[in-house]
């Protein structure tokens, strides 16, 4: 079995995130032992920005937002995932 070197102490995460870019996590961790954790309390980090929008298509949001049960908020948020999903998608 192959000898694990040691993590060394970080005085910052900018010093972990160099180190971790130029080391093999491999020399470190036996990932053979790796177990799947679930983290079911952890929330995406959020940023607030602010966007124009016509009133025509504030109103036609709302009025779709109502008839799925779903705050307009919510409903730009899963129409913005989805184009941006479809749109990164390789060209076939």
Same mark, same amino acid.
């Given at each position: +079995?192959?000898?694990? /070197? /040691?993590?060394? &102490?970080?005085?910052?995460? @900018?010093?972990?995130? =160099?180190?971790?870019?130029?080391? =093999?996590?491999? @020399?470190?961790? @036996?990932?053979?032992? *790796?177990?799947? %954790? ?7 980090? $959020?940023? $607030? %920005?602010?966007?124009?929008? $016509?009133?025509?298509?504030?109103? *036609?949001? !709302? &009025?779709? *937002?109502? /008839?799925? @049960? ?5 409903? +730009? !948020?899963?129409?913005? *995932?989805? /184009? %941006? ?5 390789? %060209? !076939?």
């Amino acid at each position: +079995m192959k000898k694990l /070197k /040691k993590i060394p &102490e970080f005085k910052s995460e @900018d010093e972990e995130r =160099d180190f971790w870019d130029s080391h =093999d996590i491999f @020399d470190y961790f @036996d990932v053979s032992k *790796a177990r799947r %954790v679930v983290f079911p309390n952890l929330k995406f980090s $959020t940023q $607030t %920005v602010s966007i124009r929008l $016509t009133q025509s298509l504030l109103n *036609a949001l !709302k &009025e779709l *937002a109502n /008839k799925k @049960d779903v705050p307009y908020q919510s409903l +730009m !948020k899963i129409y913005l *995932a989805e /184009k %941006v999903e479809e749109e990164l998608q390789p %060209v !076939k």
